[in-house]
DNA sequence: TAGATTGTTAATCGATTAACAATC
DNA sequence: TAGATTGTTAATCGATTAACAATC
């Protein structure tokens, strides 16, 4: 009972979708046409029915899709009716950030812990949890039926920190170091590299601006 | 004299050559072939030959690239030989942390202001620089010749600062926000969706138990 | 029923990979 | 020169768009 791979592009997308149609659905709008929605997110209507055909019908025709069972139905795709519970390695400003960040609470990550080596900071709260010692990682991961870890410390140790937590069972990581981690198969990655964006944005500034100079 | 144009997903991987030649290039590696490459940075070496041969030829038939003029030429490529100036729209968890950050300024990023409209934050201090209020956004945009403001305020306010932003004289845009910004054509938008990308974590954490499951 | 709009197949477009001639 | 490896053209693959029959 083979089911046909999803692919990437189309999971990219699935957060947009379901960001527009929780914002439709605040307003009050009940149903929409993928003609309606493809004006209002500026893709083609004819993708948005490819997208919604991978995971079956979601639509009626002559009617257009229901705002609210839609909504729900990515939802669920996207696995926001489960509980992740993640920590977050490396209290720094940036993890520090992250775990003071509430929305994602509410979409099913629940923020379980918080690691770094540095002895200043263990022992403080982030959100009413606790930064605790590395030596505590395993552990905890372990006890506390962790899915997800976010990786916030520098790419030195990041290699070693992603290792530690494979052994001891974590599901995926959310990577803000900036390497590349190096993980068995089954081990879901997402990489976040900060300055990677900020050098595409570099690169579209200078090329808009050469473009106006005619060259 | 039209230069045809790159296309955005050759772009999005010039970063990450960028960071593979500067490890070698540390490790006093002076030469590499696509090849080796390739097995390096998980890839095809046919793939870095067609994305180089974008800029024109940077290796040499029989012996390959040398690390340290390829890593220059990249860096080039993406204007990390230029400054340009940024400023922080936002001082909560997420701004500050992004302030602190040392490295954008080894790539010519510099951090010149930042701001907020809550009153309890405004003059303080984020690695020297002063946080400001918003009334002061405007002129000090227009007087600081700045090319970039990294929004980082909550999603409700950002159409509103990117428009003022806009009219100001700013170029770029790094969206922390959870919304689509509207900019005239010419303004270089580049979104990071921190919930987007947890979305899919999700969902590929689920797809990979799914398939386990044997479905 | 007639009109609207989906679900889905077919056509197009673009990106990736393979192959090989050019050349260092 | 012979061997290696690029630059580049051609083939393949996958993703997007267009078209339209199915159907609400």
Redesign the pocket.
């Known amino acids: 009972m083979e089911e046909k791979e999803i ?4 999971i990219g997308r699935l957060p947009r979708y379901f960001r527009y149609l929780g914002e439709l659905k605040d307003e009050g709008v009940e149903r929409i ?3 309606d929605l493809s004006e209002l997110m500026k ?5 948005i ?2 997208d ?2 991978n995971f079956g ?9 229901n705002v609210e069972y839609l909504y729900d139905e990515i939802g669920k795709i996207l696995g926001l009716n489960r509980r992740h519970n993640f920590i977050i390695v490396g209290a720094g400003n940036l993890g520090r950030a992250l775990g003071n960040y509430m929305n994602f609470e509410r979409r099913g990550f629940i923020f379980k812990g918080m690691f770094d080596r540095d002895p200043e900071l263990v022992g403080k709260c982030v959100r009413g949890v606790e930064i605790m010692p590395m030596e505590k990682l395993n552990s905890f991961v372990r006890e506390n039926d962790i899915d997800i870890a976010v990786l916030t410390i520098p790419k030195a140790g990041a290699e070693a920190a992603a290792e530690q937590l494979v052994q001891n069972g974590i599901k995926a990581i959310w990577n803000f170091a900036h390497v590349d981690l190096n993980v068995p198969e089954g081990i879901q990655v997402e990489n976040v590299h900060l300055s990677d964006s900020l050098m595409k944005l570099s690169y579209n500034i200078d090329r808009y601006e050469n473009e106006q100079a005619g060259k």
């Open positions: 692919s990437q592009a189309v046409s993928s003609q893709v083609t209507a004819s993708q029915r490819q919604f055909n019908g979601f639509g009626q025709q002559g009617y257009g899709y």
